[in-house]
């Protein structure tokens, strides 16, 4: 089978294609047909070691995948040979066939397209975990997202509606927040112009209730500034490269919570809410409630035009590779 291989650290330009024999799955694992592979920005840090998980090289890349079972390993019940399946594999994914942990699958429901399916796993999975698990969003709060016309920012505007929160988008350009008002924000901020924290203040009566932070960098101290008396600022990532510094004094004078989002680790350590909260955005998917945004579709020949692209924040929604 065919294989993207990281062999040595470094950028998308290193990544090789070859031929490698498929493995057999184990105990509590399944061989799985890969027909779609979620991509996200943490591979373009992945394949550098830059990443807070390190895999033994070599390694494929792509953490959220979309296949048919093909092989079943001992001790596992839940699933047959031929079921659709969609889940998060943390690496691995970018490959023809992948051996993967069962537990970790959720089956795709009928009229659910492989590359949506693909696409829900972490970027939508992340959100829904930060926005109802961890700061309890309710309906009326004022969310305020950054990075919003990325996959996580798509996801956090879907999710942040339904939820019935007054969802801010906050981007780099006005074409991305004309993107993001497709998607149902109602209202925009662009970063690169304005100032965010003012802008936030603006829009919002007391300051914002939620800040959804996937960039870090310089923008995670002018939107905590921004933040309203018991606000909550939920730590997605550093798209921006720069983990940022934060006056504490600020959080003590809002009486603001920062909350951490570690989504990996929560779907070890709390497996039964991660598959319930994969079983919500599966049915809300199939229902039309959520309609996540293919960017592009790319070959597998194409991995380094993916990767770069997710890399200088070009991608609107999901980039998706198809073998």
């Given at each position: 089978?065919?294989?993207?291989?990281?062999?040595?650290?470094?950028?998308?330009?290193?990544?090789?294609?070859?031929?490698i024999a498929p493995d057999?799955?184990?105990?509590?694992?399944?061989?799985?047909?890969?027909?779609?592979?979620?991509?996200?920005?943490?591979?373009?840090?992945?394949?550098?070691?830059?990443?807070?998980?390190?895999?033994?090289?070599?390694?494929?890349?792509?953490?959220?995948?979309?296949?048919?079972?093909t092989k079943l390993g001992r001790n596992v019940t839940h699933l047959k040979a031929g079921d659709r399946v969609m889940g998060y594999v943390g690496?691995?994914?970018?490959?023809?066939?992948?051996?993967?942990?069962?537990?970790?699958?959720?089956?795709?429901?009928?009229?659910?397209?492989?590359e949506i399916a693909a696409g829900l796993s972490i970027t939508y999975g992340t959100t829904l975990h930060a926005l109802k698990d961890r700061a309890h969003v309710k309906a009326g709060e004022t969310l305020a997202i950054l990075g919003a016309a990325?996959?996580?920012?798509?996801?956090?505007?879907?999710?942040?509606?339904?939820?019935?929160?007054?969802?801010?988008a906050c981007a780099s350009s006005d074409d991305k927040l004309d993107f993001c008002s497709r998607l149902g924000a109602d209202e925009g901020v662009n970063y690169d112009r304005q100032n965010l924290k003012d802008a936030l203040r603006a829009l919002s009566q007391d300051g914002v209730d939620v800040v959804y932070d996937p960039v870090g960098g310089?923008?995670?101290?002018?939107?905590?500034?921004?933040?309203?008396?018991n606000g909550r600022h939920l730590v997605i990532g550093f798209a921006q490269g720069e983990i940022p510094k934060l006056p504490l004094n600020l959080v003590l004078l809002k009486s603001a919570n920062i909350q951490g989002v570690f989504w990996g680790?929560?779907?070890?350590?709390?497996?039964?809410?991660?598959?319930?909260?994969?079983?919500q955005l599966l049915a809300w998917a199939s229902e039309g409630k959520l309609a996540p945004h293919v960017h592009r579709r790319y070959r597998f020949e194409e991995i380094a035009d993916a990767l770069g692209a997710l890399a200088r924040r070009e991608v609107k929604g999901k980039a998706i590779l198809v073998p």
């Amino acid at each position: 089978m065919r294989a993207i291989l990281c062999k040595t650290l470094g950028g998308p330009d290193g990544l090789t294609i070859e031929e490698i024999a498929p493995d057999l799955p184990g105990d509590g694992e399944v061989a799985v047909a890969i027909k779609a592979v979620g991509l996200n920005f943490f591979d373009t840090l992945i394949i550098q070691g830059k990443y807070q998980v390190k895999p033994e090289l070599p390694f494929s890349p792509g953490g959220e995948i979309a296949g048919v079972v093909t092989k079943l390993g001992r001790n596992v019940t839940h699933l047959k040979a031929g079921d659709r399946v969609m889940g998060y594999v943390g690496h691995g994914g970018a490959r023809e066939e992948a051996v993967v942990k069962a537990r970790g699958l959720s089956l795709i429901p009928e009229g659910l397209s492989d590359e949506i399916a693909a696409g829900l796993s972490i970027t939508y999975g992340t959100t829904l975990h930060a926005l109802k698990d961890r700061a309890h969003v309710k309906a009326g709060e004022t969310l305020a997202i950054l990075g919003a016309a990325g996959g996580v920012g798509q996801a956090a505007i879907e999710i942040g509606k339904i939820m019935g929160a007054k969802v801010i988008a906050c981007a780099s350009s006005d074409d991305k927040l004309d993107f993001c008002s497709r998607l149902g924000a109602d209202e925009g901020v662009n970063y690169d112009r304005q100032n965010l924290k003012d802008a936030l203040r603006a829009l919002s009566q007391d300051g914002v209730d939620v800040v959804y932070d996937p960039v870090g960098g310089d923008l995670t101290e002018l939107a905590v500034r921004a933040l309203s008396w018991n606000g909550r600022h939920l730590v997605i990532g550093f798209a921006q490269g720069e983990i940022p510094k934060l006056p504490l004094n600020l959080v003590l004078l809002k009486s603001a919570n920062i909350q951490g989002v570690f989504w990996g680790a929560h779907t070890e350590r709390e497996p039964e809410r991660h598959r319930a909260n994969m079983d919500q955005l599966l049915a809300w998917a199939s229902e039309g409630k959520l309609a996540p945004h293919v960017h592009r579709r790319y070959r597998f020949e194409e991995i380094a035009d993916a990767l770069g692209a997710l890399a200088r924040r070009e991608v609107k929604g999901k980039a998706i590779l198809v073998p």
